[in-house]
């Protein structure tokens, strides 16, 4: 059987999925407001209009203004978590910016169409997925944008195949502190 856009099975040697978002079955038990009420139900049922002004409230959607202005907006936001203040002192936050400004490149209808599918039925149980394929999943204990709750019930879905890596960690931070491992992990497997 061959995997997603026609890669054949015996190619794909293992998968990691960093911070990913399970199916919307799995809730958002442990996320901060925005993101718990987010997902699944305002991006799944908010118009396009209201998208828009909730992300012309943040720095990341104001692709009206230059980056630094933006990069001025993200750093004014009060940071709760330690790991995540480090996070900001990195050229972590500019390449975020960079990464919005592309999203949002052509309107902000295509963002807005991406979150109604991450809301979505995915089409396919995790079960499903090749019982022979090893997937590392990694998730911060700390993380309030997808919760670890998430890394938890897909392990529990995907079963001996899974891999699961709880870190002490923010959805940010474990980008910056984990990399080396998380890439280790995957040259690995294959």
Not at 30 to 39: E, L, N, Q, T
Not at 91 to 108: C, H, I, K, M, N
């Amino acid at each position: 059987m061959a995997c997603a856009k026609g890669l054949p099975a015996e190619k794909l040697k293992c998968a990691s999925i960093v911070v990913g978002m399970g199916p919307p079955d799995i809730g958002m038990s442990g996320a901060g407001f925005v993101h718990r009420m987010g997902f699944p139900y305002g991006l799944r049922w908010t118009p396009l209009s209201l998208a828009r002004w909730f992300w012309r409230l943040e720095g990341s959607g104001r692709i009206d203004l230059t980056d630094e202005q933006r990069l001025e907006m993200i750093l004014k936001r009060p940071v709760p978590n330690e790991k995540d203040r480090i996070f900001m002192q990195t050229d972590w936050p500019r390449l975020s910016l960079r990464v919005t400004r592309e999203a949002f490149a052509q309107g902000y209808e295509g963002m807005w169409i991406e979150g109604k599918v991450i809301c979505s039925d995915f089409g396919f149980r995790v079960e499903d997925i090749r019982p022979d394929l090893p997937v590392q999943l990694w998730y911060g204990k700390h993380d309030t944008f997808v919760p670890p709750n998430h890394g938890i019930q897909i392990a529990k879905r995907l079963g001996k195949s899974a891999e699961l890596h709880l870190e002490d960690e923010t959805h940010a931070s474990i980008v910056i502190n984990r990399s080396r491992d998380i890439w280790a992990d995957l040259v690995k497997k294959t």
